[in-house]
C-alpha cells in the first residue's frame, strides 16, 4: 500500500512559479509517480511522470520547458517546479503512483493523492 500526500498549491500571477511537492509511503521502488490535473469540467489530464529508479521522465506537450518534474529517493519525494505558469494551467493538481512502467494513462496509476488547488489569475 503506498500513500500520497500533495502540497504547495495556491494562487499566483500569470508568469508566476510553484512547486508542488508529493511525499509517498509505502513501498514504491521499480514504479513511476506521475503529476495529472483536473480544471472544472474538463477530464483529468496527465502532465507528467518519473521513474523512482531510472529518473526517466515524460512531459505532455503543454507543459514542455515549463515544468520540470524531479524527485528525491531519500526522502521519497516527488516535486513538480512549474514556471511561466498561465492561466489554462489552473486546476486540482494530483499525484499518481503504481504503473511499473512509464504511462500517460490515469487508469493505470493505482495510488492517489487528495489534490492541491493552483490557480493562475491573468
Known amino acids: 500500500q503506498v500513500q500520497l500526500v500533495e502540497s504547495g498549491g495556491g494562487l499566483v500571477q500569470a508568469g508566476d512559479s510553484l512547486r508542488l511537492s508529493c511525499l509517498a509511503s509505502?513501498?514504491?521502488?521499480?514504479?513511476?509517480m506521475g503529476w495529472f490535473r483536473q480544471a472544472p469540467g474538463k477530464e483529468r489530464e496527465f502532465v507528467s511522470t518519473?521513474?523512482?529508479?531510472?529518473?526517466?521522465?515524460l512531459y505532455t506537450d503543454s507543459v514542455k520547458g515549463r515544468f520540470t518534474i524531479f524527485k528525491d529517493n531519500a526522502k521519497n519525494a516527488v516535486y513538480l517546479q512549474m514556471n511561466s505558469l498561465k492561466p489554462e494551467d489552473t486546476a486540482v493538481y494530483y499525484c499518481?503512483?503504481?504503473?511499473?512502467?512509464?504511462?500517460?494513462?490515469?487508469?493505470?496509476?493505482?495510488?492517489w493523492g487528495q489534490g492541491t488547488q493552483v490557480t493562475v489569475s491573468s
Open positions: 518519473i521513474s523512482w529508479s531510472s529518473g526517466t521522465t
Open positions: 499518481a503512483g503504481g504503473p511499473k512502467y512509464l504511462s500517460t494513462w490515469a487508469a493505470e496509476y493505482e495510488y
Open positions: 509505502g513501498r514504491t521502488f521499480g514504479t513511476y
